[in-house]
């Protein structure tokens, strides 16, 4: 990960948290629209769901620079969601549709470099769960 990636991913990251309500409610929309197979998958409360995605996006941006402490976390997250019945394909359709709710929230702001930033970020996570995923089946 590049000082520049990062900068740009906790620049952006800092004007979509005063939003995240509306932005992640927005998120929450487009998935369930485009994906309407995730949908049954949620069983719990959106608003708890929510606090607790930004949460966690927001120990992942905080630890850019230096992930190795985080990873562990992030590889039980990704157990969890192997439980939750995630699979591997999902990932890259979540993907797609988060980024294109941080472009609504941020308009011009939302420049081709943040929108490679963030995809960088996102890819590496989703690697780092689904491999959580994989060693806590074998
Ligand atoms: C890579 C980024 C992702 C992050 C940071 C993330 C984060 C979280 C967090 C923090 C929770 C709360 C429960 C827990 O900690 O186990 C959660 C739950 C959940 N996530 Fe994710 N998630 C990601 C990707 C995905 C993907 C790709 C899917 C696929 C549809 C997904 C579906 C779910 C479901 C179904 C739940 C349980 C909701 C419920 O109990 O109602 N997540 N996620």
Same mark, same amino acid.
């Given at each position: 990960?590049?000082?520049?990636? #990062? ?25 369930? *629209? ?44 990704? *157990?969890?969601? #192997? ?5 591997? #394909? ?14 609504? *929230? ?26 959580? #995923? ?5």
């Amino acid at each position: 990960m590049s000082p520049q990636t #990062a900068a740009l991913v906790r620049d952006s990251w800092a004007e979509i948290v005063p939003m995240r309500k509306r932005v992640c409610a927005d998120f929450y929309h487009r998935l369930f *629209a485009r994906y309407p197979e995730l949908h049954p998958l949620f069983k719990g409360d959106i608003e708890r769901q929510t606090a607790l995605f930004v949460t966690m996006l927001n120990t992942v941006v905080s630890a850019l620079d230096n992930p190795e402490p985080v990873i562990p976390l992030i590889k039980t997250l990704g *157990a969890r969601h #192997a439980d939750y019945g995630v699979e591997d #394909a999902d990932y890259d359709k979540f993907s797609a549709v988060l980024l294109d709710s941080f472009a609504d *929230a941020l308009g011009e702001r939302f420049t081709p470099d943040v929108r490679a930033a963030w995809a960088a970020v996102y890819a590496e996570l989703a690697v780092t769960m689904r491999r959580g #995923a994989e060693e806590a089946v074998h």
